[in-house]
């Protein structure tokens, strides 16, 4: 189901909206409905890795900030002296 809503945006945005929208030969709400589903897929997929993240804390899967460093510092040294 497709739902009709109003947004307001500034005249400059309208502005470069219409001439991005001419140049790709689409209309504006076109363009409009893509940038807002590309948004809520981005925001799903933060809120997923969020309830991930939680979820991982909740069970002990976590890694000190000390450990990882310790890591990066070894794989830095490791790599200036090579193989």
């Keep these: 189901m497709t739902v009709h809503i109003s947004v307001p945006v500034e005249d400059a945005d309208r502005t470069d909206l219409e001439a991005w929208a001419q140049t790709r030969g689409v209309p504006v709400g076109s363009m409009v409905a ?44 490791a790599a200036q002296t090579g193989p």
């Design 34 to 77: 893509e940038a807002v589903a590309i948004y809520v897929q981005d925001q799903r997929e933060i809120i997923a890795a969020v309830a991930e993240a939680r979820a991982d804390i909740a069970a002990g899967r976590v890694t000190s900030h000390e450990d990882v460093a310790a890591e990066f510092e070894a794989r830095r040294a």
